[in-house]
Nanobody, 115 residues
């Protein structure tokens, strides 16, 4: 059974930091995790950060320089370090994995940034 579990969300003041974790279990592994998405109130789900080819990483323009995505292979997790948070970063954050052309999603973790 494939399972992705996000954690690390919470309430933080503007300018603060949070670190999100996406733990993979079952028949899926950290290298299957493609990236992080978020869905704000009344908005569509959008890509925040993703792994590209050759070890590269890609970020939405709105988070460049503030967010960092990384893999922790020892713990089979993918992390999203979020610094200098802004109220517009408020959203439910999801990690996404793909295996055998099928997408998998976690349940999401709520991030709320107060002004």
């Amino acid at each position: 059974q494939v399972q992705l579990v996000e954690s690390g969300g919470g309430l933080v003041q503007a300018g603060g930091s949070l670190r999100l974790s996406c733990a993979a279990s079952g028949s899926i592994f950290a290298w299957n995790i493609r990236g992080w998405y978020r869905q704000g109130p009344g908005k569509q789900r959008e890509l925040v950060a993703a792994f590209g080819s050759g070890g590269t990483t890609n970020y939405a323009d709105s988070v460049k320089g503030r967010f960092t995505i990384s893999r922790d292979m020892d713990n089979n997790t993918v992390l999203l370090q979020m610094d200098s948070l802004k109220p517009e970063d408020t959203a439910v954050y999801y990690c996404n994995a793909r295996m055998f052309a099928q997408d998998y999603w976690g349940q999401g973790t709520q991030v709320t940034v107060s002004s």
